[in-house]
């Protein structure tokens, strides 16, 4: 399994960034998959994820309004898009497989390596 994500980078706050995450060694259309991000010095913390259909997805209190995740199973990625950031947003973006078709953020088995978003105030 593997887990490329890109799309990070340095923006102004109010602005936005998109992220993909390609997928690969695995049935990307039958699990789900899910955004999380991490500051130095402080836990990974749960951003969105999506159902490996695309019907259900989920957010944090933080960013919903603001960050949309999609996929595209015929290409097997995953997307978030983050629009109005925050300084607060700045961190570690890494992606992850789900074991199962549905979210269930105790059971995820795989990471990507991360990609770094900066907002500047």
């Known amino acids: 399994v593997q887990l490329q994500a890109s799309g990070g980078g340095l923006v102004q706050a109010g602005g936005s960034l998109g992220l993909s995450c390609a997928a690969s060694?695995?049935?990307?259309?039958?699990?789900?998959m899910a955004w999380f991000r991490q500051v130095p010095g402080k836990e990974r913390e749960f951003v969105a994820a999506?159902?490996?259909?695309?019907?259900?997805?989920y957010y944090t209190d933080s960013v919903k309004g603001r960050f949309t995740i999609a996929r595209d199973n015929a290409r097997n990625t995953v997307y978030l898009q983050m629009n109005s950031l925050k300084p607060e947003d700045t961190a570690v973006y890494y992606c992850?497989?789900?074991?199962?078709?549905?979210?269930?953020?105790?059971?995820?088995?795989?990471w990507g390596q991360g990609t770094l978003v900066t907002v500047s105030s």
């Open positions: 999506i159902t490996y259909s695309g019907r259900t997805t």
């Open positions: 992850a497989k789900g074991r199962s078709g549905g979210w269930d953020p105790d059971r995820i088995d795989y």
């Open positions: 060694g695995f049935t990307f259309s039958s699990y789900s």
